[in-house]
């Protein structure tokens, strides 16, 4: 069974940053696409950023504050979050594309942004 589990959110001033992790477990087919989304309160999720292949996509907002990197030995994905700002406040969500196409969410981590 697969798992995707994140970690790494919490309180964070305006301006501060966070790294946020997501592993994955099981299955037998390998992950080649992974991303983070976020979800703030009566909003869509939205993508924040991708990695697949090595090549990364970010959301303009946060371009230039967020990076997005894969440990492919460990099939692992982090998310560092820098300047961060009070509009960053969400639910973060992990999620990951198998070869054969089967997409795979974690359960999400709270990330805030508060003074």
């Known amino acids: 069974q697969v798992q995707v589990v994140e970690s790494g959110g919490g309180l964070v001033q305006p301006g501060g940053s966070l790294r946020l992790s997501c592993a994955t477990s099981?299955?037998?087919?390998?992950?080649?696409?992974m991303g983070w989304y976020r979800q703030a309160p009566g909003k869509q999720r939205e993508l924040v950023a991708s990695?697949?292949?090595?090549?990364?996509n970010y959301a303009d907002s946060v371009k230039g504050r967020f990076t997005i990197s894969r440990d492919n030995a460990k099939n692992t994905v982090s998310l560092q979050m820098n300047s961060l700002k009070f509009e960053d406040t969400a639910v973060y969500y992990c999620?990951?594309?198998?070869?054969?196409?089967?997409?795979?969410w974690g359960q999400g981590t709270q990330v805030t942004v508060s003074s």
């Open positions: 099981g299955g037998i087919f390998a992950f080649n696409a």
């Open positions: 990695i697949n292949s090595g090549i990364t």
């Open positions: 999620n990951a594309r198998n070869t054969v196409g089967y997409l795979y």
